[in-house]
């Protein structure tokens, strides 16, 4: 597997520095290392978060790219994308832990199919540890007509999972400012550009999720960006005006609902317990 590529990730601020050492720990432990990780500080970091990053200098290839101030995942990551050497990128989160043999699989995921150009996996949530039994699996659609046909409804990809051609991205206008759903967007830019999407239907990252990550996805704010985006859907052609109306009835509520309401949907109807 002679594929060269770039991990791009990102941290800010409000990243836990214990949960960031063990994300590049993790990789650390692969059986196939990135030729470059690219980690974009989105604005001024902690002490704690910088010693972290720089006890990891000498044992993985990173690449720092600082911003002078906070700009949104998004953003952090259109920049980020620009600093990476290689035609393959990887994506990853610094609160998430890779498998032992992630790369190496997805690299042999990308020769048995030449023409893809980007594809994710499935993923196993925890809230305190991978080790804990009962983790959650969120799995993903595998076939590119039933990846089209799932996009219209909920977004076919695992962010921190995912593996893409660097200038398939840039074609497609790179990250933009979608707050919440930058990588939503630019999966359905792609495929309007008749890019060819995938999925591993196999695990390849424990990923932190749990209550904090529940609260995050509600509120009024978060359903108001819930309904911009699928506006742009909508606008874009991608989806009609009966999938349109049937997205926000069905999940805008969802994100009006308290935490523990919309936690319980996540886990019984989303997701299923391994």
């Known amino acids: 597997m002679s594929t060269l590529f770039s991990l791009l990730m990102s941290t800010y601020d409000g990243d836990e520095p ?19 990780l690219v980690l974009v500080l989105d604005g001024p970091v902690s002490e704690p978060l910088l010693m972290v990053i720089r006890s990891f200098q000498g044992r993985l290839p990173l690449k720092i790219v600082p911003l002078p101030k906070n700009r949104g995942l998004g953003l952090a990551l259109a920049e ?11 994506r990853f989160d610094t609160d ?4 032992p043999d992630r790369f190496e699989r997805q690299l042999a995921f990308i020769q048995a199919h ?5 594809f994710s996996s499935s993923i196993l949530e925890f809230e305190h540890s991978y080790q804990e039994p009962n983790l959650l699996l969120k799995s993903v659609p595998c076939g590119e007509r039933e ?4 996009a219209r409804w909920r977004n076919p990809f695992n962010h921190m999972a995912v593996m893409f051609r660097k200038q398939r991205v840039l074609e ?5 400012n979608d707050q919440c759903f930058e990588d939503y ?3 359905v830019r792609l495929l309007l550009q008749g890019a060819r999407l995938d999925n591993m239907n196999e695990p390849t990252v424990w990923v932190r999720a749990g209550r904090n990550m529940i609260a995050r996805r509600g509120g009024q704010r978060y359903a108001r960006l819930e309904y911009d985006i699928q506006r742009k ?9 009966f999938e349109f109306t049937r997205n926000l009835s069905i999940r805008i509520p969802v994100r009006l609902l308290s935490d523990s309401l919309r936690g319980a949907i996540y886990a019984g109807q989303l997701r299923r317990r391994t």
Do not use: K
């Not at 214990?18 to 470059?36: F, K, M, N, T, Y």
């Not at 998430?96 to 498998?99: A, S, V």
């Not at 990846?147 to 799932?150: A, G, K, S, T, V």
């Not at 497609?172 to 933009?176: H, L, S």
């Open 18 to 36: 214990e949960h960031c050492r063990l994300a590049l720990e993790s990789i650390c432990q692969g059986s196939v290392l990135p030729d470059e």
């Open 233 to 241: 859907f909508l606008r874009w052609g991608f989806t009609n005006i």
């Open 96 to 99: 998430d832990l890779c498998m």
């Open 147 to 150: 990846l089209i046909r799932y």
């Open 185 to 187: 967007a630019l999966w």
């Open 114 to 118: 030449p023409g893809i150009d980007a």
């Open 80 to 90: 980020g994308l620009l600093h990476c050497r290689h035609e393959w990128v990887a």
């Open 172 to 176: 497609a206008g790179n990250y933009q």
